[in-house]
């Protein structure tokens, strides 16, 4: 058990409840962050990256993109112990930068988080049908949201506790599929060793040059996304100036290798040219890599394993999606970007009516889903690009507080946790962010093909539109460094 566990003490108090409480434990935030990132991107659409760019391709994109990764977490690791609050993004944004950048990135957030919980319910509803396939798809996705909404209005501790077991089965089933695949190209287990004969084979270990590499950038992109639920649980953590940064510490380290060995496993017992890699990323279970190489260590059912595991990869993230969503439109509302009943909390911590909405939101775009398929694509496609446009919020954020502390005449000591290779990692994550969401979809303007233009890009005009639209109500300023509020607590909501 935690050393440090701090029972229900209530924190960003409010006069419409008790606030949300300080319960999630270390342990919940690091597995929060791991669980956050390993799923349907790492044993789905990971072999798509060998096919794209190659091995050699595909470990690079990974291991840049985990880079920039780090960076971000660690401007937020910064930015949480020095203020940790719920639903952070908006609140570093808002004070940091721009009100209007707060209410468009933290609007831009929950509803990014809430359009995924019904994409996750309604990829779970697909996998259960593989088992049972005669049945309707809506009950499955119905009960799963149900769930995710009973976890979510019990207390935050459970919330933890769920997503630590959940994350806990992924982390496993990476281990050993990595203690497998090492010892089938050693040949302990698969005669003879396959060794790397595959980092070799015709154009390997890189093919289609730095375009496909960039191509590749953008699925290990969305894979890493989550991480920055480490800034949202802030707020809620028992002891965040010590949980936060071993959370960033730890989490970074493991999914960097779970990430770059998985890739490697990959690469070395499936051919960069195996039709098997890409139709794994269009959703076919039994082309998953991590099936194909278990069921070639002679486990019959590997198909159905994965299956599973997939199952609770997609019911973690859905379960995540509802609580970053709910604190996130709990934040809005104390920052005042949204009605005041959404900052109301119940007696055991959690924000209700912020609950209740971002549940009817993402049933009302699982019903799209259901009766008006177009509609639900363009709600997907509006929320794609959202997790990048959060991490420049963040790389912003942390550049514009860093810059104030010192200007205002404090010193680095002063801060619980400070990031290193200042100013280059927020300039660079800040950079690489951009070039991503430029490079979305570049066959779309070289055709211009103003339909894909617009479902690839549609959640950059939205916050356009949000932030513009705040800026001239409310004419709101960039906040000058000198003028930034520093203070260590969150002294709007007092």
């Known amino acids: 058990m935690d050393q440090h566990k701090v029972t229900s003490t209530p924190t960003q108090t409010n006069n419409s409840g008790g606030g949300v409480q300080r319960n999630l434990q270390s342990r919940h935030v690091s597995m929060i962050a791991l669980g956050g990132c390993i799923g349907t991107g790492l044993f789905m659409t990971s072999g798509s990256t060998i096919a794209k760019a190659g091995p050699g391709g595909g470990i690079i994109a990974y291991a840049a993109m985990g880079i920039m990764v780090y960076f971000l977490m660690t401007s937020l690791g910064e930015l949480a112990t020095h203020m940790p609050v719920s639903g952070s993004f908006a609140t570093y944004n808002a004070r940091y930068v721009d009100p209007a950048l707060g209410f468009a990135m933290g609007w831009n957030y929950w509803f990014n988080w809430a359009i995924t919980v019904a994409v996750d319910v309604s990829t779970a509803a697909l996998l259960i049908n593989y088992w049972l396939p005669n049945t ?3 009950m499955w996705s119905l009960l799963v949201l149900v769930f995710i909404f009973l976890i979510n209005a019990l207390t935050v501790s459970t919330f933890g506790e769920t997503e630590f077991w959940l994350s806990l089965i992924k982390v496993i089933t990476v281990i050993v599929f990595l203690i497998i695949g090492f010892a089938m190209i050693l040949g302990i287990m698969f005669h003879p060793a396959v060794g790397l004969q595959n980092f070799t084979y015709k154009e390997a270990p890189f093919v289609g040059g730095f375009p496909a590499i960039l191509s590749v950038f953008l699925i290990a992109g969305f894979s890493f996304q989550g991480t920055e639920l480490i800034g949202v649980t802030a707020g809620e953590s028992d002891n965040p100036s010590r949980t936060v940064p071993k ?3 730890e989490v970074f380290w493991r999914i960097l290798l779970f990430y770059v060995l998985s890739i490697f496993v990959i690469a070395a017992l499936i051919p960069y040219t195996s039709p098997n890699l890409l139709s794994a990323a269009d959703g076919d279970i ?3 890599p991590f099936t194909l190489i278990f069921q070639r260590a ?4 590997a198909a159905s394993l994965m299956n599973a595991i997939v199952l609770t990869s997609v019911i973690s993230a859905a379960n995540s999606g509802a609580y970053a969503s709910t604190r996130m439109l709990y934040a809005l509302a104390r920052d005042h970007y949204a009605p005041q009943i959404f900052a109301r909390t119940s007696k055991n911590g959690i924000p ?10 993402a049933l009302a775009a699982l019903a799209t889903s259901i009766f008006g398929q177009q509609v639900y694509m363009w709600l997907v496609a509006a929320s794609g690009l959202s997790g990048f446009i959060a991490w420049i919020g963040i790389a912003l954020s ?3 507080f860093r810059k104030a502390f010192i200007l205002q005449g404090h010193q680095l000591s002063e801060l619980k946790y400070h990031a290193k290779w200042f100013p280059f990692g927020p300039i660079a ?5 951009i070039i991503v969401i430029g490079g979305q979809n570049i066959d779309a303007f070289l055709q211009w093909d103003w339909e894909e233009i617009g479902v ?4 950059i005009p939205l916050v356009l539109i949000l932030f513009l639209g705040y800026k001239f109500k409310h004419h709101t300023k960039i906040v000058r460094l000198s003028e930034i509020d520093l203070s260590a607590n969150d002294s709007t909501h007092e």
Do not use: D, E, K, Q
Request: charge should be positive.
């Open 286 to 288: 039994a082309m998953s």
């Open 456 to 459: 690839t890009y549609i959640s």
């Open 298 to 301: 002679g486990l019959a059912s």
């Open 398 to 400: 942390h550049y514009r």
């Open 352 to 361: 209700f009516a912020a609950l209740v909405a971002t549940t009817t939101v």
């Open 429 to 433: 994550a800040f950079m690489l962010c």
């Open 247 to 249: 959370a960033i510490n």
């Open 136 to 138: 309707p798809g809506w």
